[in-house]
């Protein structure tokens, strides 16, 4: 039996309704789609324990912003890029106190860097009360891999945030997709946490408000498809019979797009300044590449 992965609540969504009928309406998830800075987004709220069953996804919100317009060198956007993340990560955050944002992942695989990165990007302010009162206190933590530091992700952070006591957690880390169209062109933003590895099989510990007592806000990008579900696509492009995929070698393989060092490194500064002007709402991106040069 094929395995379909993804960590996007949106394509679970559709995953549901291409196995439900496109006219079956799911009573315990809203969807809509909206627009913002000309980017397309997908709003799918989980409402219950209806719709966490049928997605396999926790209740809450997720937002899946449309940036494929990255890659066609759109007029200004990489700037309403990072705008467009700040506007929907703000409004899932606390209006005050000290945040904790973790960037998640191995910076040694590129297509599992994007976190770490992200952390180049990050305005971090706590060390600068004193002379940077009008600042929000922001902490930035590279959690690294069970497998180089013998520590979960979620113990690194617990362990952080007893000492700095924040009012949010911010985790930032790759993902996996159904669709080859959404690697490296979809940025989601929950307010649900997250299971690091998810995507994969490779399930870690949780990062939500169970486990850390304060709001986690999860922000993502799918870096990977495993070879099953691509090969799944590629044939019903092709009018292929999809029945050979569980013959077919390559299980627990995945890929990634091609260019994925440059995309991986764009997208790890659109989300590091996006998050910047969530948490600092009175900069400007020209004040933050200042700062941050």
């Given at each position: 039996m094929l395995t379909i992965r993804t960590d996007l609540a949106m394509e679970a969504h559709q995953l549901w309704r291409e196995k439900a009928g496109e006219t079956t309406r799911l009573s315990g998830v809203a969807a809509r789609d909206e627009e913002l800075y000309g980017?397309?987004?997908s709003r799918v709220e989980i409402l219950n324990q209806e719709g966490e069953t049928a997605l396999g996804k926790p209740r809450g919100t997720y937002l899946t912003l449309d940036v494929s317009a990255l890659w066609r060198r759109e007029e200004e956007v990489f700037a309403r890029?990072?705008?467009?993340?700040?506007?929907?990560v703000g409004p899932l955050l606390p209006e005050r106190g000290p945040v904790l944002a973790a960037g998640l992942g191995n910076p040694a695989?590129?297509?599992?860097?994007?976190?770490?990165?992200?952390?180049?990007?990050l305005l971090v302010t706590r060390h600068l009360q004193e002379v940077l009162p009008g600042f929000r206190s922001v902490s930035g933590l590279g959690a690294g891999v069970l497998?180089?530091?013998?520590?979960?992700?979620?113990?690194?952070?617990?362990?952080?945030?007893?000492?700095?006591?924040?009012?949010?957690v911010v985790v930032v880390d790759a993902l996996a997709a159904r669709s080859l169209d959404r690697l490296c062109s979809s940025i989601q933003i929950s307010d649900t946490?997250?299971?690091?590895?998810?995507?994969?099989?490779?399930?870690?510990?949780?990062?939500?408000?169970?486990?850390?007592?304060?709001?986690?806000?999860?922000?993502?990008?799918p870096?990977?498809?495993?070879v099953e579900t691509a090969a799944k696509d590629l044939l019903a492009q092709a009018g292929g019979d999809e029945e050979?995929?569980?013959r077919l070698q390559g299980r627990g393989l995945f890929v990634t797009p091609d260019s994925i060092?440059?995309?991986?490194?764009?997208?790890?500064?659109?989300?590091g300044y996006g998050l910047d002007m969530a948490l600092q709402p009175g900069l400007e991106l020209e004040e933050l590449e200042g700062l941050l040069a």
């Amino acid at each position: 039996m094929l395995t379909i992965r993804t960590d996007l609540a949106m394509e679970a969504h559709q995953l549901w309704r291409e196995k439900a009928g496109e006219t079956t309406r799911l009573s315990g998830v809203a969807a809509r789609d909206e627009e913002l800075y000309g980017f397309p987004v997908s709003r799918v709220e989980i409402l219950n324990q209806e719709g966490e069953t049928a997605l396999g996804k926790p209740r809450g919100t997720y937002l899946t912003l449309d940036v494929s317009a990255l890659w066609r060198r759109e007029e200004e956007v990489f700037a309403r890029a990072v705008r467009a993340v700040a506007e929907l990560v703000g409004p899932l955050l606390p209006e005050r106190g000290p945040v904790l944002a973790a960037g998640l992942g191995n910076p040694a695989m590129t297509a599992d860097a994007l976190g770490p990165r992200m952390l180049d990007h990050l305005l971090v302010t706590r060390h600068l009360q004193e002379v940077l009162p009008g600042f929000r206190s922001v902490s930035g933590l590279g959690a690294g891999v069970l497998g180089s530091t013998g520590l979960e992700a979620a113990e690194w952070i617990r362990g952080a945030a007893d000492h700095v006591k924040p009012a949010a957690v911010v985790v930032v880390d790759a993902l996996a997709a159904r669709s080859l169209d959404r690697l490296c062109s979809s940025i989601q933003i929950s307010d649900t946490g997250l299971i690091p590895g998810s995507g994969v099989g490779n399930h870690r510990m949780a990062l939500n408000r169970t486990g850390l007592g304060v709001p986690v806000v999860s922000i993502g990008v799918p870096t990977v498809v495993s070879v099953e579900t691509a090969a799944k696509d590629l044939l019903a492009q092709a009018g292929g019979d999809e029945e050979k995929i569980p013959r077919l070698q390559g299980r627990g393989l995945f890929v990634t797009p091609d260019s994925i060092d440059a995309k991986v490194r764009e997208l790890a500064k659109v989300l590091g300044y996006g998050l910047d002007m969530a948490l600092q709402p009175g900069l400007e991106l020209e004040e933050l590449e200042g700062l941050l040069a």
